[in-house]
């Protein structure tokens, strides 16, 4: 197994590892906000090497933390915008 670990601005911890007995990449991060930037990347990556790959998802995110994500978003943003 390979891995690399990378950490965002804001100190999440993502990780990217590719296991060679089959073949698979797995990415995780310490938070729900790391994981766009590194998969998308890998994604990116990964089609350009091999045009003819066929990628998957083993496990579907949970739409609940997403929505929560969202709505804090919103939050901040309204927040932000009271202040000016």
């Avoid at 998969?39 to 579907?60: A, C, F, G, K």
């Avoid at 939050?75 to 202040?83: D, G």
């Amino acid at each position: 197994m390979l891995s690399h670990g990378f950490y965002s601005l804001f100190s999440d911890r993502s990780n990217i590892a590719y296991h060679v007995s089959t073949d698979r990449y797995r990415v995780q991060s310490d938070a729900y906000e790391g994981l766009w930037l590194i998969t998308s990347e890998l994604v990116r990556r990964v089609t350009t090497m091999q045009p003819d790959v066929r990628l998957t998802v083993q496990d579907q995110p949970g739409l609940g933390e997403l929505a929560l994500l969202v709505d804090q978003h919103f939050q901040v943003q309204y927040c932000f915008f009271l202040t000016l």
